[in-house]
Structure formats: structure tokens, C-alpha cells
């Protein structure tokens, strides 16, 4: 039976799109086969950070009964599946990611994460229910946790069971602590990722943190969450000779 994570957050600019990427890609390591579905539909960008910038059908095709749901879905080099929205302006208008849960188990994968949209209009809440789980994620400053609240308020709303927060895009600066927070939340925190220009360089180069910089520390968090999803110690990097030469040059 196929199981469905939902990645959300309350507010736009938290970096929940870079987590749905990097998760994604450690879990299809693991050997479970996995996809990850961008359900931002008016504000995709999923695809873009696989490198996926062209492509025929997307979730937009699915939703509105012009294609099949396997017609959507594309191979990264990484083993991940990735079912992108449209990038077109025209797709935008009137979707809502409705009806897609009985379709995204057809495709019999282990494990689906859901890049949800921002906010909590019927675009979010869609994408909200039909997830098993919901992974929360937000910026450690008063407004951002706020809303961040509100989104864990409505899936209890949608009985939707909440594996914990992380705290994305943390600064020297920030004075809100991790164990305040847990505590604020009545959630675990799953992991604490550190503002790095590295994390928007691998953005840039369209190739996720962990394939880029596999042994940089934020990586080795991003594996420590993906460990938290699967309800077992942290993944441990296998560092190859590559990787060895890349760390020696600093690349």
C-alpha cells in the first residue's frame, strides 16, 4: 500500500519545496520506490529543481482527465519519480489537485511525498487530504510559526496524523530554540537546517543538496529527516571515491 507524505507550511519562502527534493531523492536510495508530486499548482517549481524544465504532460493533464497519471511521471537520475505541475500560465487558472489520491495508488510506488501548496486555500487543503501523513514546515520567527500552527490546527481538522516540524533556513540570529518550539508545537522537531548558500547553489545547479554536496552537513540533516519518515536511525551517506576526490578539492 502506497503511504503519502505531505510536506506543508503556513507561509511561502520556507524552503519547502528544497526538503520535498532532497527527501525524495535519499528515499529512492534506500531502494523504496518513490515519487515526489508538485500539488503547488500556481506556484510550481518541483520539476526545476530536478532539472526537469521541459516537459509534455504534468499534473495539470491528470487533473483534468487529458491524460493518465503514468503519462505524468518522469525518472530522475536518482531513482525518484517526479510528477511535475505546469509551468504554463494558462494551467494555472480554476485546478485544484481533486481526485488524485485513487490515482497516485495505481501507481503501486512505497512512498508518494506531496509538495503542498502555501497557505490554507482549497489548493492546500486538496493536497491536505488526501495525504496519510503531513510533515510541517517553517522558519523559526513569530510570524512564520504562526502560521505554521494554523496549518497543524487544520490537519487535525482532516484527522491527519503529523510526524513532527522542521525548521528550515536557521540563522545565528534566531533566539526561538529547538526544544521551545517542540514544546510549542507538541510535535518533535525531525530536523534543524541551517541558512547556507550551498543549499541555494544546488538550487541553482538544478541538482539536489545531497547529490551536490552529499557530505556537507545539511545533507547528513536532510538524512537524519529521512530517517524520521521511515521510523529508523538516520541514513548514513556511503561516501564513494568521487565523493572522496569532491570533499578533497572542496568542490
Known amino acids: 500500500m502506497t503511504r503519502v507524505i505531505g510536506v506543508v507550511s503556513g507561509k511561502g519562502g520556507v524552503g519547502k519545496t528544497t526538503l520535498v527534493s532532497n527527501l525524495g531523492v535519499l528515499l529512492a536510495q534506500e531502494g523504496l520506490d ?7 499548482l500556481t506556484g510550481a517549481n518541483l520539476g526545476l529543481h530536478y532539472g526537469l524544465i521541459s516537459y509534455p504532460t504534468s499534473i495539470h493533464d ?3 482527465e487529458r491524460a493518465a497519471i503514468k503519462e505524468a511521471v518522469y525518472k530522475h537520475k536518482s531513482g525518484v519519480d517526479i510528477i511535475p505541475a ?3 500560465f494558462e494551467d494555472v487558472l480554476d485546478t485544484e489537485p481533486k481526485n488524485l489520491r485513487h490515482k497516485l495508488d495505481t501507481l503501486g510506488k512505497d512512498i508518494i511525498l506531496i509538495d503542498a501548496a502555501t497557505g490554507l486555500d482549497r489548493e492546500t487543503l486538496r493536497a491536505i487530504e488526501m495525504c496519510d501523513d503531513l510533515v510541517i514546515v517553517t522558519h523559526p520567527e513569530l510570524p512564520t510559526i504562526s502560521d505554521a500552527l494554523r496549518t497543524k490546527s487544520v490537519a487535525k481538522k482532516y484527522s491527519k496524523n503529523v510526524l513532527g516540524v522542521v525548521l528550515n533556513r536557521v540563522t545565528r540570529g534566531d533566539e526561538i530554540k529547538k526544544e521551545n518550539l517542540s514544546a510549542f ?3 518533535p522537531i525531525l530536523g534543524v537546517i541551517a ?9 541553482e545547479k538544478k541538482n539536489p543538496m545531497v547529490l551536490e554536496y552529499p557530505n556537507h552537513q545539511i545533507s547528513n540533516e536532510f538524512r537524519k529527516i529521512a530517517g524520521h519518515l521511515l521510523g529508523r536511525e538516520p541514513i548514513h551517506h556511503k561516501e564513494s571515491f568521487l565523493d572522496k576526490i569532491k570533499a578533497f578539492f572542496r568542490i
Open 34 to 40: 518513490t515519487a515526489v508530486v508538485d500539488a503547488n
Open 195 to 203: 541558512e547556507d548558500h550551498k543549499v541555494r547553489k544546488s538550487v
Open 86 to 88: 505546469s509551468l504554463s
Open 185 to 187: 508545537f507538541d510535535l
Open 62 to 64: 491528470v487533473i483534468r
